[in-house]
């Protein structure tokens, strides 16, 4: 199962969302680059728990290169899989809570629970002498704000079964409900001051996403905020749809709708369209030509209910046309 988005789209492009994703990039690029001095640079700028414990360690750094590391270590990580599997998380995630904080609010959000997510596995492993590194936490952070403001949503997955495509719509509370529990179960079975994944990280940035979600919403968005959600304003919808479809009793046709964007209305759009039908789900291009009005009916002939070996009836989208933003 791989996860390609949720089926809720962002009003906004998400432009600190984008940052932060190209900024670990760029991070980790100068972290490939330092070749045999790796260990010294993430013992520099990684979370060290030993580096705050043992005053004999603590001694050889100064204020600013004891507080800095609380900030580097998020941009840090591991190796290619460890950067892909966070920055596509972020991808999923983050687009949503910048969408509903705003992009000045959420920038602070994302470093708090960042922070807050060190401090989380700092106390729990205070003295650890392995270097804590990586987006987890803060990320986190953005999966509990997620979870708080959008748990009717669905997370949309890729299976691929004998390289035929298959896609499910997985709830968004009960993804992050079973990923919240696995960090949790992960944690309990790690002993103490022990080094690895750090699972207490996860939950403390989970836990503190949802208490600043509620200071951060209860907090008036700049001017600049508001300046960027208008240059930022979506003008298409989702590349890819899943969509529902009903039939009427006795019809061998199907019945759906298709949502596009004022702008895509006018010039037309390709969608790429998964029907979920019985164990029949295929993935097809749908054209929608330019000038297309709302309501309108587009006629996928042969994609409706079997009428017999031989045929089939339609598929009807109703164009939806959203409303400009």
Known sequence: MFPLRDTIQS????????ALIVANVLVFFIEWAQGKNLSRFLFLYGLVPVRYSVPQISQYFDTWQQIFPF???MFLHGGFWHLFGNMWSLYIFGDNVEDRLGPIRYLFFYILCGVGSGLSHLLINWHSQVPTIGASGAIAGVMGAYFVLYPRSR??????IFFIPYFIEIPAFFFLGIWFFLQFISAAGTPAHGGGIAWWAH????????VFLKFFLKTPELGLSNWLRQKTSKQKTHRLQVIRTAGRSGDSNLYGSISITPMEARLGTRKLVNIPWGFHKRLFLVHIPPGVRDGTLLRLAGMGRPIDPQRKG???LRVNIQEER
């Open 203 to 210: 939950i403390g940035g989970f836990l503190l996403g949802i």
């Open 11 to 18: 009003r906004t492009y998400p432009v600190v969302n984008t």
């Open 314 to 316: 339609d598929l009807y």
């Open 155 to 160: 997370i949309l997955t890729f299976i691929p």
């Open 71 to 73: 900030f580097s270590f």
